[in-house]
């Protein structure tokens, strides 16, 4: 498993739930049918403009095409919504338990 992480500014909090609209409608579809996509995670804190946003792949290649092929239709979306360019990070999975079994490495 290997994992994408997006940290970035929403533009003001009255454009919250137009990030999550954009999120839900928009780039998550586009997430889906690109090949390796396990899932996504988007976390905000209330009253706070930070969102950090964690894209799950079956493995690093997957994620580098994603990357490569797709991203930056998703940052032209995302665009209307967010401050500047998001800071990516890329990890490996090392332990995963999201419903309650272990993931296979």
Not at 85 to 98: D, G, H, Q, S, W
């Amino acid at each position: 498993m290997f994992a994408r992480n997006a940290h970035f500014r929403v533009k003001s909090l009255n454009m919250a739930a137009d990030f999550a609209r954009t999120l839900e409608n928009e780039v998550l579809p586009l997430l889906r049918k690109q090949k390796g996509f396990k899932g996504e995670i988007t976390l905000s804190n209330p009253g706070n403009l930070e969102r950090i946003s964690m894209s799950l792949w079956d493995n690093k290649s997957n994620a580098e095409a994603y990357d490569a092929n797709v991203y930056a239709q998703v940052l032209k979306i995302l665009s209307k919504v967010i401050d500047g360019k998001p800071k990516i990070r890329t990890f490996e999975a090392v332990a995963l338990n999201l419903d309650g079994t272990a993931a296979e490495r």
